[in-house]
């Protein structure tokens, strides 16, 4: 009897290749620098991924890569980098900005005479998932709780009953990075028809 060849050939078909994409940018790590977030992408990289971090971004490589530019693209090249790097930090800096500025809202609306609902609007501005919040308020509150659309395109979680007070207290203990003088607690009173 012949005993099978073992063929130790390349395989017939393509394998297939495991990339790794970015974390932050979605991108591979090797086009972070094109995206705006580079610095917070090297961080991703440097915690999920050191030994790839080290191969792309250690003194030798980027001495590597910059040996085989001429003198001015060199020069333009450091320019380039310090300019995306200002643009970042201005843009995280905006970002900061933006969130210790922006107010939470948390409104009580009449619905009829002793029935109420509390909409809350401003937590998106805060980084916060809406539906996880207004999931998290169902549980906590025992109560029915949604995102609706408001008519000015923006979302607000609307929970049935009127809990404004628990629900103020509740933001301020859960959330520490939402500054407490930026929660503001409004009563709406629906408007009676004229008839």
């Given amino acids: ?5 073992t063929e130790t050939s390349v395989p017939a078909e393509p394998q297939a290749r ?3 994409y970015c974390g932050v940018c979605s991108l591979p790590p090797e086009y972070c620098e094109f995206g705006g977030t580079v610095k917070k992408c090297k961080e991703w990289l440097e915690t999920k991924h050191p030994d790839m971090h080290d191969r792309l971004y250690s003194e030798a490589a980027v001495e590597s890569a910059m040996s085989t530019l001429s003198v001015d693209a060199q020069k333009r090249a450091v320019k380039d980098a ?7 930090e201005a843009a995280e800096a905006r970002e ?3 969130k210790m500025t922006a107010k939470v809202l ?6 009829s005479k002793r029935k109420y609902v509390t909409a809350i609007s401003g937590l998106e501005a805060h980084g916060l998932e809406l539906k996880k919040v207004a999931k998290d308020f169902g549980k906590k509150f025992a109560t029915g709780s949604s995102v609706t659309k408001t008519p000015s395109g923006g979302e607000e979680i609307v929970v049935q009953g009127d809990l404004s007070d628990e629900i103020y207290d509740w933001i301020t203990e859960t ?3 939402i500054p407490e003088d930026n929660v503001d607690c409004i009563e709406d009173k629906k408007k009676k028809s004229a008839g």
Avoid at 1 to 5: L, N
Avoid at 82 to 88: F, I, P, Q, T, V
Avoid at 106 to 111: F, G, L, S
């Fill in 1 to 5: 009897m012949a005993e099978p060849a």
């Fill in 18 to 20: 495991n990339v790794v």
């Fill in 82 to 88: 310090e300019k995306k790097a200002a643009k970042a």
């Fill in 96 to 98: 900061h900005e933006k």
């Fill in 106 to 111: 948390i409104k009580r609306v009449e619905r």
């Fill in 175 to 177: 959330y520490e990075d």
